[in-house]
């Protein structure tokens, strides 16, 4: 446990150097935000229906998916993928340690330290200037951090299972796409998801997307009842058990025929 725990106080520590990109971030999510809640606030405005969320509520929905943008598995970690069309990944093999491990504990400093730099200064920001909510109680607030530590392991799960994927496709640029769209759509970062059909809100709960981002927002909000919050935790976590697992099967599968590029 010692090597990973340093690997990944090594990585975060990295990443966290990254402080004029993060700034640059927090720009650019504050616009599309404000973009995001203007369309909110025209919707709000003409319907004449009762909305499963208030308009406070999704303002402060919108901007705790610009904090926690980061956490979203949006591509392969990009050193894996260097690896893999370089040939670089027959020194990965080299090492006294779990490959597994390894490319996850590295995901998980990727998508954790990131997203600290800028959800700090965000949720600061907005709740000044931007309408964003705190959290009607402190167990709705304990419970947002303990999903987003669940949102953490579930997130690092989807990236490496893709990084890994790279054995056969090298670029997977086809199945990052799909995934991009499947998480903007199943998740609730472009649309919460009470307001979709009722049709379908039982399939989107099924799957694991809404542990990435509407999961934690919505306990953030009391919208999911601190009663109810057993359940929705255990969901991430058993789907963040499921993708570890899968992504050990398709390391396993490629590491036996791995052909390595390059060298």
Same mark, same amino acid.
């Given at each position: 446990?010692?090597?990973?725990?340093?690997?990944?106080?090594a990585q975060f520590r990295a990443l966290l150097q990254y402080r004029a990109a993060a700034l640059a971030g927090l720009f650019t999510q504050v616009f599309f935000g404000l973009v995001i809640v203007?369309?909110?606030e025209g919707f709000y405005r003409s319907t004449a229906a009762t909305p499963p969320l208030s308009y406070q509520q999704v303002v402060t929905y919108?901007?705790?998916g610009q904090a926690m943008l980061?956490?979203?598995?949006?591509?392969?970690?990009?050193?894996?993928?260097n690896l893999i069309r370089t040939g670089g990944v027959a020194y990965e093999l080299l090492r006294p340690l779990d490959l597994y491990k390894f490319w996850f504990t590295r995901c998980l400093a990727r998508r954790s330290a990131p997203t600290l730099l800028r959800a700090l200064p965000m949720l600061v920001l907005a709740y000044f200037f931007l309408g964003l909510q705190l959290p009607p109680t402190w167990t709705c607030g304990l419970l /947002?951090?303990?999903?987003?530590?669940?949102?953490?392991?579930?997130?690092?799960?989807?990236?490496? #299972?893709? &990084?890994?994927?790279?054995? /056969?496709?090298i670029s997977g640029e086809g199945t990052n796409h799909l995934?991009?769209?499947?998480?903007? #759509?199943? &998740?609730g970062l472009q649309v919460p998801l009470p307001f979709f059909p009722d049709w379908l809100i039982p399939l989107l709960d099924v799957l694991p997307f809404r542990g990435l981002f509407d999961t934690p927002s919505r306990l953030y909000l009391g919208h999911i009842p601190s009663s109810q919050a057993l359940p929705v935790l255990a969901h991430q976590l058993l789907w963040s058990l499921a993708l570890i697992w899968g992504g050990r099967w398709v390391l396993a599968r490629g590491l036996r025929r791995l052909e390595v590029q390059g060298g």
């Open positions: 446990m010692k090597p990973y725990l340093a690997l990944l106080s203007m369309v909110y919108t901007w705790l980061g956490l979203i598995p949006w591509n392969v970690d990009p050193e894996i993928r /947002w951090v303990a999903a987003n530590l669940g949102a953490l392991l579930l997130s690092a799960a989807f990236t490496t #299972l893709l &990084s890994t994927s790279l054995i /056969w496709t995934l991009i769209c499947l998480i903007i #759509l199943c &998740s």
